[in-house]
Every structure is written in structure tokens, then in C-alpha cells.
């Protein structure tokens, strides 16, 4: 069957290809198993991405003293990307040697060797950089993993995964480009500092575009995740109640950040996965508005997980778009009711949105699967693919197939800067025929960009 080709709104395409080069710990079940991999890794400094506290046999997150037997340095970042966990070596490594030192927007746990949020800077920082050939083979293989799941435009925060200059990043990916091997479009979400955006601007960057390469949207962090419990509340966690989450800046620095930007004629797109955190972007954005007025403004909320009716309402209101991630539901389903209690009735309320805002999807990937008939099942059911025996949650919120669809393609459009696409796919079943359960299990066997096949599966 022929369909239009998926576009992910947001994702990060060299942490895509970064991952295939470190340790996966999506499928660990143990802190065990966790130290075993790292144990046969020969590595000089190891780097491990992926687990989830919820998943492993101790409920519990690693932590400094389950890596004591490792003399080299050792990082393992949680499944979010938003929590990590080092060990000794890496803390020396580090130069944390200060239990009083810690980091506006962030958090150190001295004892447990676990940081969060704007502290993971730090862990970048520390390690050794990627050369200009390391970030050309993440991009080239990223680009493989996404057409083969036949996503060809994507809007991607690429400029905040490692420590370095964000010039060498576009460089990179227009060399690899240049060199025929990127099929992908895309969009670049800027993820940078305000030192950094003000050179970025200064230099005439603003929505520059090249080949199969576009500069898009400011992308700001608001708060962390739920999983790790740095998403920013406005009540604490049910399940920990002296935590309410981390805002990664204040009112002011996100009002700064977004003038700056919409002064400039650049949108804003701002990760906001707690109703705090959603309260004072929403805020910053309609004061930018209201102060630099446009027309075409694309300012969006990603994630907007835990955001009630009300909070939609205003973003309707205002014409601040979403970029939402059924995929989450997979994960989350665990957690959702034991994180925020009864404010889960109120919560990943994507088809709300879509009823009401312009809504896209994406996957965020890394932090979960690229694969798009995962995300449309997780829409579609509100049901978890890892955890099939867990009730879907909050069912009224289930999207039909055709709203789905549009959500991954045509919604997705001003999320990558592109008034049409003309790349298609073909999938090995029609997917308005199977059962809602089949969907997950489909698969891309051929994708066509501009009519040249860039896929084809033997």
C-alpha cells in the first residue's frame, strides 16, 4: 500500500546515530545486567544510554556505588536523557570534588553519582569531543535507521547533544550532504544558549536554508521528564512529595530567550512536559507575541504531557501549536498514575489538542523508537506495546486512524518549514484494512523521494 511518507517533528538525528556507537540498555531488566555490559566493554571511558528505573529488577536507578569496581570512567544516562549516573573515575574526571558546588537548573547527588537537567553539561563537557568524521557517520547512520522506517523530513535538536561549536555541526552535516549520502531533510530546532543564539543570529543564520538542511525554530529545555521526576509540577509527585521537578530557567531567561528569537524572526519551540513548566512558556510566548507580533508564528510546546484542558484552551487562544509523542504512552503507562495521581485524568491529552490546537507527532528519539507504526498504535489504542497487559490509558483521547495519519504528515509540515511533500511510501499491508493490534507490526518496504527510490527492501 502507498502512503505519504512520515515526517517526525521532533527527534535528535545525531543522538539517533550517536546511540549506535555506545551501550543500549533499552532492553536491560537488572543493575546487574547493567554492570555485566559495561564489564565487557573494552572502552577506555564507557557510555551507556537507556535504561529505566521502573523496568529493572531493584526499582531503583543505578547508582555511584553499583559502579565501584570500574577504575575507568563510567556514564550511564537514563532513557529520557534528562538523569544520569557516573561513578567515581568520572566524577574525578569531572572535577567534582565540591559536595557544595551545584548548578542553577539542575541537580548533584554527591552520594549517588546522579545528576539531572542542566548538571548533565558537566558530563559533556568532560568527555572527549566527537570529531567532525564521528558526527558525519552518526548523521549517516541515523539517516539509514530513519528511511528505512520511512521518515524522510524531520525536525531535529542537534546542537545541544554534544560539547561543540554549533558551526561544526552545520559544517558536518552539509559536507555528508555535498557527498550525496543524507535522503533526510532537515529542520534544525537551534538548541543554544543565549551567548551562543546572539552569535548565531549576528552571523546570518537565522532560517538559512541549504540542500536537504534548514534552520529552523529556537529550541529551549523548560524542564525535565517525568520518568525522572525533573518534569516541573505545579503540585509536588504524588509519589515523592518533597519534589515538584526542576525549571531549567526562570521567567525572565525563557522571556529572554524567546524575544530574543521572535525579534529575529525565528519561532520557538520549547520542551514543557510539566503543567509548571507549561504555565510559564505559555506565558513567555504570548508576552513575546503581544511585544514582536507575526503573522506566520510557529511557536509550539513539546511534549505537553501533563497540561490540563484549561492550559489548552490558552494555547488555542494564542495560536501556540503542539508537538506531541503518543510513543510516550508505551513507557509512561507504569508511571503516569504513581507520578501525579489523579491529575493523570488530565494528562497526554494529544487528542484534545488535536481537536483544538495544531498538533503534530513525533517520537523524540532517541528516547524512544523511531518506528512510526508504534507511535500510530500507541495514538490509536492509547496502549502499551512492552506493557500489553496494562488498561489503555485515558481512552477517550484514542485518535482514529485518518487523524493519526495526518498528525505524522500534513500537520506536521510547518514543523519543517515545508508547504507540501512529495515523498511516499509503501508498506507490506494496507493499514485501513488490519485490526488496530496489527498496526504495530507493519513495515516499510519501499520509499520514494522526489520519484527516486531510497529504499527498497529485498
Not at 83 to 90: L, P, R
Request: proline letters at 3%.
Amino acid at each position: 500500500m502507498k502512503l505519504k511518507a512520515f515526517i517526525d517533528s521532533h527527534l535528535h538525528v545525531l543522538g539517533i546515530g550517536y546511540y549506535q556507537d555506545i551501550i543500549n540498555l533499552n532492553n536491560v531488566t537488572s543493575i546487574e545486567e547493567i554492570v555485566n555490559l559495561i564489564s565487557e566493554d573494552s572502552r577506555d571511558i564507557i557510555v551507556c544510554r537507556g535504561y529505566n528505573q521502573e523496568n529493572l529488577r531493584e526499582k531503583r536507578s543505578p547508582e555511584k556505588k553499583d559502579l565501584s569496581r570500574f577504575l575507568k570512567p563510567v556514564v550511564i544516562f537514563r532513557v529520557c536523557g534528562h538523569v544520569a549516573v557516573v561513578n567515581q573515575a568520572m566524577m574525578n574526571m569531572m572535577k567534582l570534588n565540591d559536595e557544595y558546588f551545584q548548578v542553577a537548573g539542575g541537580s548533584i547527588d554527591y552520594e549517588k553519582g546522579i545528576l539531572s537537567e542542566n548538571a548533565l553539561k558537566l558530563i559533556q563537557s568532560a568527555l572527549p569531543k566527537p570529531t567532525k568524521n564521528d558526527i558525519k557517520r552518526y548523521l549517516i547512520n541515523a539517516n539509514k535507521v530513519l528511511i528505512e522506517n520511512g521518515i524522510t523530513k524531520v525536525a531535529s535538536d542537534d546542537f545541544s547533544g554534544f560539547d561543540l561549536d554549533y558551526e561544526k555541526i552545520i559544517e558536518a552535516i552539509n559536507e555528508v550532504d555535498e557527498e550525496g549520502l543524507l535522503d533526510v531533510e532537515i529542520t534544525e530546532q537551534v538548541n543554544l544558549p543565549k551567548d551562543k543564539l546572539i552569535d548565531f543570529i549576528n552571523k546570518g543564520y537565522v532560517n538559512k536554508r541549504y540542500k536537504h538542511y534548514k534552520l529552523g525554530p529556537l529550541k529551549i529545555l523548560a524542564d525535565g521528564s517525568l520518568g525522572g521526576r525533573t518534569a516541573s509540577l505545579n503540585e509536588p509527585y504524588s509519589d515523592e512529595l518533597n519534589n515538584s521537578g526542576i525549571l531549567t530557567f526562570n521567567d525572565n531567561e525563557l522571556l529572554e530567550l524567546i524575544e530574543l528569537a521572535s525579534s529575529n524572526d525565528m519561532d520557538s519551540v520549547v520542551h514543557a512536559i510539566g503543567d509548571r513548566a507549561a504555565d510559564l512558556v505559555i506565558n513567555a510566548i504570548i508576552k513575546a507575541q503581544v511585544k514582536y507580533p507575526r503573522k506566520a508564528a510557529k511557536n509550539a510546546i513539546i511534549h505537553a504531557q501533563i497540561l490540563n484542558r484549561n492550559q489548552i484552551a490558552l494555547m488555542s487562544k494564542h495560536n501556540i501549536k503542539a508537538i506531541v509523542q503518543p510513543i510516550f504512552i508505551n513507557s509512561d503507562i507504569k508511571i503516569i498514575e504513581s507520578r501525579v495521581g489523579e491529575r493523570s485524568k488530565e494528562s497526554y491529552l494529544f487528542k484534545t489538542m488535536y481537536d483544538n490546537i495544531h498538533t503534530g507527532f513525533s517520537t523524540d528519539s532517541p528516547v524512544e523508537n523511531v518506528n512510526p507504526f508504534h507511535n500510530l498504535y500507541c495514538a490509536i489504542t492509547r496502549k502499551s506495546i512492552d506493557f500489553p497487559n496494562y488498561p489503555a490509558f485515558n481512552v477517550d483521547e484514542c485518535f482514529s486512524l485518518s487523524e493519526a495519519i495526518n498528525a505524522y504528515t500534513n500537520k506536521n509540515l510547518d514543523f519543517v518549514y515545508s508547504e507540501e511533500s512529495n515523498d511516499y511510501i509503501e508498506i507490506n499491508k494496507n493499514i485501513f484494512e488490519v485490526g488496530s493490534s496489527e498496526i504495530k507490526d507493519l513495515f516499510v518496504k519501499r520509499v520514494i523521494i522526489d520519484g527516486k527510490i531510497v529504499f527498497d527492501k529485498k
